[in-house]
């Protein structure tokens, strides 16, 4: 089992610069797949996109500062709201 991961995360590192190499396969990357198995990782970069933002919005409160961070912040909350329902329907 332990050599059969290895042998994936091989062949992810060999092809992660591939542009057409896990398109249309079904294959999801390895670091991409391993986020929505643990949702305090998850979790934790949405909090961490979310804080960073909020903090660079009141460094510097301009309407055109708050708009550049509107996707982020949009970003985060999605990942931190998922991240609490599954954690609330895991128990």
Known sequence: ????KLKDLDEWEENQYNPGYYIGT?????PIKGIGKN???????????LISSIIAIIDSANVLNIISFAIPIIIGF????????RLINYR
């Open 78 to 85: 999605i990942l931190v709201y998922s991240a609490i329902i």
């Open 26 to 30: 079904g294959r999801v990357s390895k």
């Open 39 to 49: 949702p305090v990782i998850q979790l934790s970069i949405g909090l961490i996109i």
């Open 1 to 4: 089992m332990l050599n059969e």
